[in-house]
Nanobody, 125 residues
């Protein structure tokens, strides 16, 4: 089982980045995918998540600026991040869980057993 993120980097305030999360090795392709972030000295927080079809979640701090989407043919979930702010600086993690039983995607990291290695996003001028 693998969860692999990519797409982080350094961007100026107001800029955009797109993160990708690709999963492989799962027994089912019906997965819940969550994006989380952990800023230095802070707890890991939920950013966004989605089921295979429908049901998305956005944290208040990113709603209207971030968009989650997925390509089920390639088992890839994207997080498009626009109008980035310095407070968005963090290590971003993708996490996965089998979707069985979930009607809405969970935003609590404890619900996700499979995690990627993280990708650094730095918003700075």
């Amino acid at each position: 089982v693998q969860v692999v993120e990519s797409g982080g980097g350094l961007v100026q305030p107001g800029g955009s980045l797109r993160l990708s999360c690709t999963t492989s090795g799962f027994t089912s392709d019906d997965l819940v995918i969550g994006w989380f972030r952990e800023a230095s000295g802070k707890e890991r927080e939920g950013v966004s998540c989605m089921l295979r079809i429908g049901s998305t979640y956005y944290a208040d701090s990113v709603r209207g600026r971030f968009t989650i989407s997925r390509d089920n043919d390639t088992n890839t979930v994207y997080l498009q991040m626009n109008s980035l702010k310095p407070e968005d600086t963090a290590v971003y993690y993708c996490a996965a869980e089998l979707a069985t039983g979930w009607r809405t995607c969970p935003s609590d990291p404890i619900e996700y057993p499979y995690w990627g290695q993280g990708t650094q996003v730095t918003v700075s001028s």
